[in-house]
Every structure is written in C-alpha cells, then in structure tokens.
C-alpha cells in the first residue's frame, strides 16, 4: 500500500521517470484514502499513509486540476514562459517536468491545446474527472468541508459538459481505461442528489449505444460511445486492434454495467430507451 512520495504519482519508472508524472494516480488515491478509513481504529492504520496521501492529494489538485490561472516560467520547449489559462474543472492527464520532445517541457501535457478534448485521444482523461469528483464527495462527507462539495459538483458537471457526444459519454483519452472510476462516480454522484436527470441519461445513453453496437457487431463493443456503431458506419487505423482488444472491449461493456448499477440504486433513464420502442 505504501507509495514513495512526492516523487511516484504513476509507478511506472520506465515510462513515466522523473519527468513525467500522471494523474492516473486517482486509483492510487482512492484506494489509499478508502484503506485508511476502513482501518481507522484498528492496528492496520497506518496515519503516515492517510498523511501522504493527502499530500499527493493536495499536489494533485493543485496541478492537474484545470480551475485557475498561472504562468511556468520557461514551461514551452522554446524556453518561453507557458501561459495555463483553462478553468473547466476538469483534470490534466499529465504533469511534464524537464520533459524533451513535448511542446510544454514544464507543466501540463497539453498546456498548449487546452481544448484538444475528442473521442479516442485528449489532453483530460473522463475516469481522471469522475475519480477525482468522488474522492472529493468522500472528503466532504468526512470532514463536511464545502470546498470539497464544490470541487465534487464543478466537476461532475463540467464532464456532462464536455465529456459529451450526442447526449452520451465521451470515450476521450483512454479507451482502455475510462470506466475505472465510474462505479465510484456512481456511487458519490450519479446515485445522489448531487446529480441532475440529464448526468444519468448521459450513462444510460451510452449504455444503449454500446450494447446496440455489439448486436450489430456479433458481440464487439467498440470505443465509439456516441453513436450506435456497425460494421458499414466504423473505420479507422486501429479498428482489427479495437475488435480484438480485451481490455477495450471490457471498458465498454463496464459502462453498461455501470448502467445497471444505477438502475439497481433506484434511478433509471428519463427518455425512451430503444428496447422500449414500439411496446406502447
């Protein structure tokens, strides 16, 4: 359970080293936080872990979180300074530091197209925004601070906005890992009066459309999560990958899972799923 801090926020040194940290770390994050507050009390706790998970928390926030505005002196591969100027509540996916070959040698990855947010490839991360919505949910209901209610809700509300395609959600960064989070989003948001009608529909639509994607498609369920794909109307470099992929496949049938969790929770969808279609 216990990480090296401040320097491993991804434990992956080959990849990730000195010079590029992600925030990935969010499974990372929950998993610390909920064993600190199962064990409280007991010999398991450990308070130096809950203590530097908090710390890598505030880093997290402070860094990844797209909510101010400030300059990295010397941040552009150029040397010039890098001016980060998005506030949309979302979160980074990568943080670089001396990174080479990147357009922000300093600062976030991205830092340069901060709107470069699309299916299949982005600068935020979708599981990144629901982990980091509910971990702060989880804070606030331990400490009843606000600010931890506030930052749970901005977010929650910037994904419906822009983590949305078609009234769906967006399968934008990581198409092998954008359902990680959801069941804690579930949980802390959608299963809640945090969330509207209109989040939870955004679920189920996409639900809808990923499992009508594998009736057409014998079974395959591709990472195109805003429509209702088939074999005439999906092309793209990668497709033999995506139709072959377990870990693609198993993070688009988690939505639909996903799904039925939040029916099961008592919440179900306010428009006329497809099934429903000429019952009357």
């Known amino acids: ?15 990730y080293n000195d010079h590029w940290k992600s925030s990935y770390i969010v499974s990372l994050l929950i998993s610390a936080w909920e064993f600190c507050k199962m064990t409280e009390g007991t010999p398991l706790y450990s308070q130096e872990l809950y203590d530097k998970t908090m710390v890598l928390y505030r880093w997290t926030e402070t860094y990844f979180r797209r909510d101010r505005v400030y300059t990295v002196p010397q941040g552009r591969s150029d040397g010039g300074d890098l ?46 925004a629901m982990g980091m919505a509910a971990l702060n949910a989880k804070l606030y209901k331990t400490v009843k601070d606000p600010r931890y209610l506030q930052k749970a809700l901005e977010t929650s509300q910037a994904v419906a906005a822009i983590n949305n395609v078609n009234g769906a959600c967006m399968n934008d960064r990581d ?37 009508a994607s594998g009736v057409n498609c014998h079974g395959i369920y591709y990472p195109w999560w805003g429509k209702v794909c088939t074999p005439d109307n999906v092309e793209h470099p990668q497709l033999d990958y995506f139709r072959n992929c377990l870990m693609i496949n198993a993070t688009s049938v988690t939505m639909i899972c996903g799904a039925a969790l939040l029916e099961s929770l008592g919440y179900g969808p306010t428009y006329r799923s497809p099934e429903s279609e000429g019952t009357g």
């Open 1 to 15: 359970m216990y990480l090296s801090f401040p320097y491993s926020w991804y434990c992956d040194w080959k990849q």
């Open 83 to 128: 001016v980060v100027d998005t506030i949309d509540y979302l979160y980074w996916v990568d943080y670089n530091q001396d990174r080479q070959n990147r357009p922000e040698r300093n600062g976030p990855s991205g830092g340069t197209t901060p709107n470069r947010i699309g299916e299949l490839g982005s600068v935020c991360g979708i599981f990144i």
């Open 175 to 211: 198409i092998h890992t954008n359902a990680t989070m959801l069941r804690y989003f579930i949980q802390e948001i959608l299963a809640t009066d945090y969330a509207t009608d209109g989040q939870r529909d955004m679920l189920f639509r996409t639900a809808d459309n990923i499992y």
